[in-house]
């Protein structure tokens, strides 16, 4: 059974630093793409981030490009996202996914964390 687990969110200050993590189990972080989403209130949810299952390489979102970086640890079976430069824009609920590609639509991933909050106050 495919499950996901995020963990890490807070307060946090504009300007400062979090690192999320997404614990995933039932699969290999390494053979499928594994994406970060967040919604914020009264928001659609966002595609912020995409590790490929095929090649490793990771894309980001114009909104987050530049500030955030995400990675994944196969003998951990984690994938992370280190969010630096964090502005109040940045406040939402942060999910996890995985498929077998890379999409920055919600509607292509079947499996999700039960998210993290993240606040970034001014």
């Known amino acids: 059974e495919v499950q996901l687990a995020e963990s890490g969110g807070g307060l946090v200050q504009a300007g400062g630093s979090l690192r999320l993590s997404c614990a995933a189990s039932g699969f290999s972080v390494d053979d499928y793409a594994t994406a970060w989403f967040r919604q914020a209130p009264g928001k659609e949810r966002e595609g912020i981030s995409c590790i490929s299952g095929t090649n490793g390489s990771a894309y980001y979102s114009d909104s987050v490009k530049g500030r955030f970086t995400a990675s994944r640890d196969k003998a951990k079976n984690t994938v992370y996202l280190q969010m630096n430069s964090l502005k109040p824009e940045d406040t939402a609920i942060y999910y996890c996914?995985?498929?077998?590609?890379?999409?920055?639509?919600?509607?292509?991933?079947?499996?999700w964390g039960q998210g993290t909050q993240v606040t970034v106050s001014s």
């Open positions: 996914t995985a498929d077998n590609w890379c999409s920055w639509y919600d509607w292509a991933y079947e499996h």
